[in-house]
C-alpha cells in the first residue's frame, strides 16, 4: 500500500471514510454504551464498518478509537485495557483495509481541561495521548489522527505525544463553529489560527472535521488554506444535526454533499471524507465526485 504522502502526491484529493459511530449504532451499538467496548466485545462488527467504507472507496479509514484514552476509558471502567483497546481496534481496521487502504487511528478528545482552565499538566496530557499512539503503532497504523479537538494546548499534547512514539504521518483536526464574530472552537480558537499553530507544532496535514456540514465546511478550508502550506483535511458531518423522535438525525444526502466537493477542493481540501451522519454511501458519491471532477481536467 502507498504512504499518505505518496497518496497525496498522485491524487487531486485522497478520499477517507465517513462516520463511525452511527454505523456501530446500526450494527446495534446503545444509547451510553462506549463504542471502544465493542473492540473487544465485537470483533467482527468493527471489522465491518472499516471493511464497508474500504468497499464504497474510501483509501484512508479510521478506527474505533476516538474514546480510547486512559482519561475517557476511566469513566465507563475500562482504562485497565487501554493498550489492548487501541491496539486491536487498529488491527481490525488494518485487516479490513488490507493493500486497498491507509488505516489513520483516531485519538480524539480527552474531556478534560490542561492548566491553568483545568487540572491536568501538558506532561500527564502528552503522557495519555502517548498510551494510545503506542498501542496504535503496535497494531500497524500507518498514521494518526487527532480529531474533534477545541483547544490548543491538547492537541498540541497529542501532536508531541505522535511525534515522540510514533514514525508516520500525524494529522491535526480542529471542530469549528459559526459564531457572530466568525468561525471559531468553543475554546475560541479560528481557522486560519489553528493552521498556522498546528503546523509549527509539528503535523504533517492539518485541517477540520465535524462541526457542520459541507457548505460550512468550504468555508473553514478556505480560512485555513492561507495560513498553511501543508495538506488540509476536510470531514464535514451530514449537515446539521435535527432531533426527530428523540433520535439526532442528519439529513444530508449523499447526493446533496457530492454537489458540493469540487468547490471543497478548489477551497483548498487535498483529504475529504465524512464525520457525524455520514455512510459508506456517502463516500461512495464523493469518490464518483472525484472521478467526474479529475475527468474535467483530463
Not at 483545568?118 to 503522557?127: K, N, P, W, Y
Not at 494510545?132 to 479537538?149: N, P, S
Not at 442528519?250 to 483548498?268: C, I, N
Request: charged share 20%; hydrophobic share 45%; with cysteine.
Amino acid at each position: 500500500m502507498k504512504t499518505m504522502a505518496q497518496l497525496l502526491a498522485e491524487e487531486t484529493v485522497v478520499i477517507a471514510d465517513g462516520a463511525w459511530g452511527t454505523q456501530l449504532t446500526e450494527r446495534g451499538l446503545q444509547p451510553g454504551e462506549a463504542p471502544e467496548s465493542w473492540v473487544l466485545d465485537h470483533p467482527d462488527a468493527v471489522r465491518d464498518v472499516a471493511a464497508a467504507y474500504v468497499a464504497a472507496g474510501a483509501q484512508i479509514v479510521l478506527t474505533d478509537t476516538f474514546g480510547g484514552s486512559r482519561f475517557k476509558l476511566a469513566k465507563v471502567g475500562l482504562d485497565d485495557q487501554v493498550e489492548e483497546i487501541n491496539r486491536v481496534a487498529t488491527e481490525l481496521s488494518k485487516d479490513a483495509a488490507g493493500d486497498r487502504a491507509l488505516v489513520v487511528a483516531s485519538i480524539g478528545p480527552t474531556g478534560e481541561f490542561m492548566r491553568p482552565l483545568g487540572l491536568v499538566t501538558e506532561d500527564e496530557m502528552v503522557d495519555v495521548f502517548a498510551e494510545q499512539v503506542r498501542a496504535m503503532a503496535a497494531g500497524g497504523a500507518d498514521g494518526i489522527l487527532l480529531e474533534t479537538m477545541t483547544a490548543l494546548g491538547e492537541i498540541k499534547a497529542g501532536i508531541r505525544a505522535a511525534k515522540e512514539n510514533f514514525d508516520g504521518p500525524v494529522v491535526a483536526s480542529m471542530t469549528f463553529d459559526r459564531g457572530v464574530k466568525g468561525y471559531a472552537t468553543m475554546m475560541g480558537v479560528r481557522p486560519e489560527q489553528a493552521a498556522e499553530e498546528l503546523q509549527a507544532a509539528g503535523a504533517d496535514v492539518v485541517g477540520s472535521n465535524c462541526g457542520h456540514g459541507i457548505e460550512n465546511m468550504i468555508e473553514v478550508i478556505a480560512l485555513m488554506a492561507p495560513a498553511t502550506d501543508l495538506p488540509l483535511w476536510a470531514k464535514p458531518n451530514a449537515g446539521m444535526p435535527t432531533l426527530v423522535d428523540g433520535r439526532t438525525v442528519f439529513d444530508e444526502t449523499p447526493a446533496e454533499m457530492a454537489a458540493h466537493f469540487a468547490a471543497l477542493v478548489e477551497a483548498g481540501a487535498r483529504v475529504i471524507g465524512g464525520c457525524c451522519g455520514t455512510t459508506p454511501d456517502h463516500i461512495r458519491a464523493l469518490v464518483e465526485a472525484r472521478a467526474q471532477l479529475d475527468a474535467q481536467h483530463t
